[in-house]
């Protein structure tokens, strides 16, 4: 899923979504469980898109 998110969010623009992305990615193929920190980033980032989006429409 990180894969996916990173690549879709980059295409509309949303760098800080991307990123918070690609860390998480990062850490799942270090065949580890993520820190906590890097879901809330992500989850932080995504609220943030979802709510510009939806001002949008």
Excluded: F, R, W
């Amino acid at each position: 899923m990180p894969l996916a998110l990173k690549g879709s969010s980059a295409s509309i623009g949303a760098y800080n979504l991307a990123l918070a992305a690609l860390n998480l990615e990062k850490a799942c193929h270090e065949e580890k469980l993520p820190d906590p920190t890097l879901i809330k980033a992500l989850e932080t980032e995504l609220n943030q898109v979802t709510m510009s989006i939806q001002k949008l429409t």
